[in-house]
């Protein structure tokens, strides 16, 4: 059954950094583009980081050179480095992919920066 398991959020102070990790079935993983997406209260979910399943990168204007996205494909799963956090990067982030991205997503990792 396909899955997608998302960790490593939690509370930071304004400037700080965290990790998340996320945990892909390989079905979804392999050879899949994947994203890094946040929802923030009352808004749209957004996509922050994309990789491709070579390695090539991309982000939203509103986190270039501070997140970094990154992958293994042994192991099945992508990461999101983030630095210098600000509060408005406040939001609850899960893993897809980038396209077609399924519909059952996981339940996300809660990241809160307190100002």
């Known amino acids: 059954q396909a899955q997608l398991v998302e960790s490593g959020g939690g509370l930071v102070q304004a400037g700080g950094s965290l990790r998340l990790s996320c945990a892909a079935s390989?079905?979804?993983?392999?050879?899949?583009?994947m994203g890094w997406y946040r929802q923030a209260p009352g808004k749209q979910r957004e996509l922050v980081a994309a990789?491709?399943?070579?390695?090539?990168?991309n982000y939203a204007d509103s986190v270039k050179g501070r997140f970094t996205i990154s992958r293994d494909n042994a192991k099945n799963t992508v990461n999101l480095q983030m630095n210098s956090l600000k509060p408005e990067d406040t939001a609850v982030y899960y893993c897809?992919?980038?396209?077609?991205?399924?519909?059952?997503w996981g339940q996300g990792t809660q990241v809160t920066v307190s100002s």
């Open positions: 390989g079905s979804i993983f392999s050879g899949s583009t």
């Open positions: 897809n992919r980038r396209f077609a991205p399924l519909s059952a």
């Open positions: 990789i491709t399943s070579g390695g090539s990168t």
